[in-house]
């Protein structure tokens, strides 16, 4: 059974800084992996997807990268602002019609 | 280009009430999903559809929950006899045939709330 982990849990940060946010899955046969944002109250809007043949893609100041073989992705912000406070999410295609997400990371960027 | 649509975006329901959650996909995508998202949970699938075909039921709870992908009109989520336990935000994605490919497209979502 797939289980994503994302650490850490939360994370706060003066605005300016750049951070790394982790995500781990169990078993490394996925399809994609694709990051979301969760803003409080609203609903999930994609940053990046990584298809299964890509090691990292880039949007902006985001940047992701994918280690199938172990099972790791980071979600690197380059230059944070308040803008970003929001939940990250993380989650993985077991196939391609379903996804398992993490139970992200909640990041408070202080101005 | 409008994105899921997903209504209501708040429902309330009392106990023993029955609860209908909408969803209209992105146009040109066939395969819905259902994910739910309890408090203080991460997001867990529930349903997959394509027009008039429950694919992968693996996620709904036994009992009161059903969905449908008619051939015409939304993707229903239907909830009877709602409980406490209910409460929660429901989102929908879709995606064309190709499935999570190109990666999902989600809704704003639900937020039921049973009193």
């Known amino acids: 059974k797939q289980e994503v982990t994302q650490i850490p849990a939360a994370l706060s940060v003066p605005e300016g800084e750049n951070l790394v946010l982790n995500c781990s899955f169990t078993d490394s046969a996925i399809y994609n992996l694709q990051w979301f944002r969760q803003d409080p109250g609203k609903g999930l809007t994609s940053l990046l997807l990584?298809?299964?043949?890509?090691r990292e893609q880039t949007s902006g100041r985001l940047n992701a990268s994918l280690d199938k073989s172990s099972g790791r992705s980071t979600l690197y912000i380059a230059a944070s602002q308040p803008g970003d406070s929001a939940t990250y999410l993380c989650?993985?295609?077991?196939?391609?019609?379903?996804?398992?997400f993490g139970t992200g990371t909640r990041l408070l960027v202080s101005p | 280009n409008a994105g899921v649509m997903q209504n209501p975006r708040h429902l309330v329901r009392r106990r023993g009430q029955e609860a209908r959650l909408r969803c209209s996909p992105m146009?040109?995508?066939?395969?819905v999903y259902w994910y739910r998202q309890l408090p203080e949970e991460g997001l867990k699938f529930m349903v997959y559809l394509q027009k008039e075909n429950i694919i992968d039921e693996s996620g709904m709870p036994k009992e009161r929950f059903s969905a449908e992908f008619p051939k015409e009109g939304p993707s229903i989520l239907r909830i009877q006899q709602v409980v406490r336990g209910d409460s929660a935000a429901y989102f929908c994605?879709?995606?064309?045939?190709?499935?999570?490919?190109?990666?999902?497209?989600f809704g704003s979502g639900t937020r039921l709330t049973v009193v």
């Open positions: 989650a993985v295609y077991t196939g391609f019609q379903k996804l398992v």
């Open positions: 990584i298809q299964s043949s890509q």
């Open positions: 994605a879709s995606s064309p045939p190709d499935g999570g490919y190109y990666g999902y497209t």
């Open positions: 146009k040109g995508h066939s395969h």
